[in-house]
């Protein structure tokens, strides 16, 4: 089973560590392309500070967020997994799992990123800011940018088993599954449950999105429960306490998708 995350905005900076080394990465059939981006980003943060910060929509108070991207070929690199901070990140606390889900987390895990293309929990990356969204000179839109290559790399990645995909809108658009792939391909809406004068009312919730998908990921590792479909997936998910709906798509070559069901955030 594979799980594709998202990274976050907010990142731990290393203390220390030697720089962060392409060659080590996993995937490396993305090396040349974390190439030409780390090498775009590092050029344009060296360069006019204003314009940097408005190419990556930082504001005035993340100037600094410039100056360290000027220096990611040097800055100390941590695992991904402890660099990665924000809400689905601070729900999953992969520090405290156990040995097992360490193991299958390490195994299981892949996290988008704008600048690295995807990477393993393992790999030591330095904390960067380039969101998916952004568009570099000379690279262009970095989700088109990573789709060729990531169309390359992700299907043996995800090799004969689910995939249970997590990701936000701007890091869904670096690589869309086809085919059979997309059939055994699982999305997750969060939506929240509320009565309000004696009737039901649903809505799809953001900030709290986050948190649900990264207790999901937790509990799922917790358990050891590794789905090979999406029937499979649906059963593991009920049996942990979560309340799932849904089962579009599969059809087509479309992922299917499910809608996890909260009352309480």
Same mark, same amino acid.
């Given at each position: 089973?594979?799980?594709?995350?998202? %990274?976050?905005?907010g990142k731990?900076a290393?203390?220390s560590?030697?720089?962060?080394?392409l060659s080590?990465?996993?995937?490396?059939?993305?090396?040349p392309?974390?190439?030409?981006?780390?090498?775009?980003l590092?050029?344009?943060?060296?360069?006019?500070?204003?314009?940097?910060?408005?190419?990556?929509?930082?504001?005035?108070?993340?100037?600094?967020?410039?100056?360290?991207?000027?220096?990611?070929?040097?800055?100390?690199? @941590? %695992?991904a997994?402890?660099?990665?901070?924000?809400v689905?990140?601070?729900?999953l606390?992969?520090?405290?799992?156990?040995?097992?889900? @360490?193991?299958?987390?390490?195994?299981a895990?892949?996290v988008?990123s704008?600048?690295?293309?995807?990477?393993?929990?393992?790999?030591?990356?330095?904390?960067?800011?380039?969101?998916g969204?952004?568009?570099?000179?000379?690279?262009?839109p970095?989700?088109a940018?990573?789709r060729?290559?990531?169309?390359?790399?992700? %299907?043996?990645?995800?090799?004969?088993?689910?995939?249970?995909?997590?990701?936000?809108? %701007?890091?869904?658009g670096?690589?869309?599954?086809a085919?059979?792939?997309?059939? @055994?391909?699982v999305?997750?809406?969060?939506?929240?449950?509320?009565?309000?004068?004696?009737v039901?009312?649903?809505s799809?919730?953001?900030h709290?999105?986050?948190a649900?998908?990264?207790?999901?990921v937790?509990?799922?590792?917790?358990?050891?429960?590794?789905p090979?479909?999406p029937?499979?997936?649906v059963?593991?998910?009920?049996?942990?306490?979560?309340v799932?709906?849904?089962a579009?798509?599969?059809?087509g070559?479309?992922p299917? @998708?499910?809608?996890v069901?909260?009352t309480?955030?």
């Amino acid at each position: 089973m594979l799980m594709l995350l998202p %990274p976050s905005e907010g990142k731990t900076a290393p203390a220390s560590g030697a720089p962060v080394a392409l060659s080590t990465l996993s995937l490396p059939e993305l090396t040349p392309a974390r190439e030409a981006v780390l090498g775009e980003l590092v050029a344009l943060c060296q360069g006019d500070a204003e314009k940097a910060r408005e190419v990556l929509g930082l504001s005035e108070g993340q100037r600094e967020e410039v100056a360290r991207n000027a220096a990611l070929a040097t800055a100390p690199a @941590r %695992p991904a997994g402890s660099v990665y901070t924000g809400v689905l990140y601070e729900a999953l606390d992969l520090a405290s799992l156990d040995a097992a889900a @360490r193991r299958r987390a390490r195994a299981a895990l892949l996290v988008f990123s704008g600048l690295w293309g995807a990477v393993r929990i393992t790999d030591r990356i330095p904390a960067y800011r380039c969101s998916g969204g952004v568009r570099l000179p000379g690279v262009g839109p970095l989700a088109a940018y990573w789709r060729g290559p990531l169309a390359t790399a992700l %299907p043996a990645a995800a090799g004969g088993g689910l995939v249970l995909d997590l990701r936000s809108a %701007p890091y869904a658009g670096m690589w869309r599954p086809a085919g059979e792939l997309a059939r @055994r391909t699982v999305t997750l809406r969060v939506v929240q449950s509320r009565v309000v004068d004696g009737v039901e009312r649903r809505s799809v919730v953001s900030h709290f999105n986050k948190a649900t998908k990264g207790r999901v990921v937790r509990d799922l590792l917790t358990a050891g429960a590794l789905p090979r479909s999406p029937g499979r997936l649906v059963e593991a998910l009920r049996d942990l306490g979560y309340v799932v709906e849904g089962a579009e798509g599969g059809g087509g070559g479309s992922p299917v @998708r499910l809608d996890v069901v909260v009352t309480e955030l």
